[in-house]
Every structure is written in C-alpha cells, then in structure tokens.
C-alpha cells in the first residue's frame, strides 16, 4: 500500500464534533447559555422562517455563528465561512455535523439582512441578562453610564454638502475630493455613504471622526452590562442617553449613577435626582463650578463608586478590540446598532462565564 493511501485513510474518523471538544473548553458553558435563550426565543424564530421559496439558514444557527464572529474577532462573513467549513470547534458551536454543507457568505449576508430588520438582538440581550439575575450577578443599586465612539463605516470624502450631487468618480475608485478650507458642519454637510453618521470630535485637538455614539448602563457589582444602546454621535447624546436608559430602570427605589466629568452639568445631575438616584459623578471643576456639592462627595459610597466606574472602560475596550466594533462594519444607526446590542449580549455571556469559573470548586 503506498504511504499517501495510508495518510489518506488515516483521515477518516467515525467522532462527533460533540466528542473532539474537550468537556473543559470555555466555550461549553456559553453554549449552555446561548441554547437556554434561543429556547425562551423559539416562538420568534418560528416566525421567520419562509414557508416557501429557497430555503433559509435557520436563525438559531445564524445567530450563533454571529456571536462566534464576535469572540473570534472575525472581520468578514468570507473568513466566518471559511473557519466554519473546517473548523471543528465552530461546527460543533453552531450547531453543524462533520457532513453538512456551509453555506456560501453571499447566502449568509442575505440572511443576516433579516436579522438586521428585526428586535432579535436585542430579545438576545434580555434573556442573557436574565440569566445573570437568576445567577444573582446583578445590582439593582448601584450603576455607572458611560458613552464612546464607534466609527462609521465612511470616509470623511463622503462628507459633503448636502445640496450638491456627488462628485464623479472617473475611472479611479477613490475620487480627489478637496476639502482643505471648507468649513464642514453636520447642519450643513451629510456623508454620502452613511448619511446618519455625524462628524464629531471627542476633544480639543482631536481628529474629527464621522462616528456612531454607543452607550451602556453596566451594574457595579459585577461589571455586566444592563442596557445598550447606539445613538447620534452629538455634544448632549451621552447625558441624553444615560438619563433615558436610567429612567427605563424597573422600580423606582433609591439608586446611585456613577459617570465621569461629561456628565457634571446641572441638567443631568437635576434629571438622575427626578428619578431617584443620586448622582455619582465626577466633579468637573475647571473653571466652572461643579454641580455635584459637599452632601453627596462626602458620603463612602461616591468614593466606592467613582472607583467602580472605571469598570467600564474594560467593556468598551473588549468591544472595540475582541468584539471588532472600533469601526462599524454596517451602515444606518438601526444596523449598527443591533450588531452593538449583540456584541454587548457577547460581553455579557463571556463575562458569567468568567464569574462563574471563578467561585466553582
């Protein structure tokens, strides 16, 4: 028998996906979580499957080889496609056997338009969530807002008045587009890729950016994440933001709102007072006056919370880095944003994952 006959039988194997992965892989326990949720979720699953027509890929599936884009920080549907086809890990996440056929990404990014359209993300978010409740994970006292910015999938040449027609491109991809002396505000100019996308800047003598504002409400406890939410990116969208994801809050028990010094203005700090929480922000003293005094600085729990505020920064750092979401891959505020509510129910599932490797024997 010749030696390349040999190597090629040696190929064959009679073992599941379910039995290569070890029992102790990291990601056993987020699938456990991921399997519970897409259950509660099934009635709306049903929903969209086509009756008729070309067959669709199931959207329990979809939904996890989309989760799996965002652990593995996979940049395109073409590579997702490519690890799923050999990857034995991911077949087994997904939800595939050693035989079954992947589906072209051009297929995959159809079907995923459907998702786009639809509340699941966010559906997804609140069973997790209410999974961590159920684990005992989450604070109902104590919270901290924060807001970034995640960069639009455009070039600042597509940002032009909005009264002109674009210019023509030639027979070059990437037209000459001179706007040195041009004074470019939102209320005049719109980008014509992305026109929801607003030209911002994070500070003084920063780079102007054509952005996306995402936001979050974690819980102090543990650091998990109770509301996201992807706006505008304008001046007053992360105390605008924060207020509304405080005021949708269950219960209006005494609670504390932890934030930096964006969000020392007397209209915030009036607002989290209107619904009951005491506001833990930072004092932003430089030539102004703060609106945060002596009778809520002066308490333990201000210092206890502007420490515990810094947690944040570890959410927005994995979702920026790990999740992939430094520049959006989508385009519109609604798409953009379900692909950040999804990311955020990704944090989210590694973080009890993490929690609960931590306390088991």
């Known amino acids: 028998m010749r030696g390349d006959d040999v190597q090629q039988q040696a190929m064959f194997s009679y073992l599941s996906p379910e039995a290569r992965v070890p029992q102790d892989h990291p990601l056993r326990p987020i ?3 991921v399997n519970q949720a897409l259950v509660e979720l099934s009635g709306q699953f049903q929903a969209m499957y086509s009756p008729e027509g070309r067959p669709s890929i199931a959207p329990e599936k979809l939904l996890r080889a989309l989760l799996l884009q965002v652990f593995y920080t996979i940049r395109s549907e073409r590579l997702l496609m490519e690890q799923l086809d050999y990857n034995l890990l991911f077949r087994w996440f997904v939800g595939l056997s050693m035989d079954d056929k992947v589906w ?28 961590a409740a159920q684990a005992g994970l989450l604070s109902d006292e104590h919270f901290t807002v924060d807001g970034t910015l995640i960069e639009a999938w455009a070039s600042l040449k597509s940002f032009r008045p909005k009264d002109t027609p674009p210019p023509d491109a030639g027979s070059g991809r990437n037209p000459e587009v001179d706007f040195h002396g041009e004074r470019r505000l939102n209320q005049t100019h719109a980008s014509t890729t992305d026109p929801e996308a607003r030209l911002f800047r994070k500070g003084k003598g920063k780079e102007a950016k054509l952005c996306f504002m995402g936001h979050v409400l974690m819980e102090n406890r543990h650091g998990l994440i109770i509301a996201p939410r992807l706006s505008a990116a304008t001046g007053t969208a992360e105390r605008d933001t924060a207020e509304r994801l405080v005021g949708d809050l269950r219960g209006r028990h005494r609670i504390t709102v932890g934030g930096d010094k964006a969000y020392d203005t007397r209209e915030f700090v009036q607002g989290l007072r209107a619904l009951n929480a005491v506001p833990h922000v930072a004092q932003n003293c430089t030539g102004r006056k703060s609106a945060i005094d002596a009778r809520t600085t002066h308490h333990p729990g201000y210092a206890i919370s502007q420490r515990l505020r810094k947690r944040v920064e570890e959410i927005f750092g994995w979702i920026k880095t790990v999740g992939n979401l430094r520049k959006a891959r989508h385009r519109g505020i609604e798409r953009v944003g ?6 955020a129910a990704a944090y989210n599932l590694v973080r009890i994952r993490n929690l609960a490797a931590a306390v088991s024997p």
Do not use: G, P
């Open 31 to 33: 699938r456990n979580m």
């Open 104 to 131: 072209d990404h051009s297929f995959f990014s159809k079907n995923r338009e459907r998702f786009l359209a639809s509340d699941l993300s966010a559906a997804f978010f609140r069973r997790i969530k209410d999974q």
């Open 338 to 343: 379900w692909m950040f509510t999804l990311t």
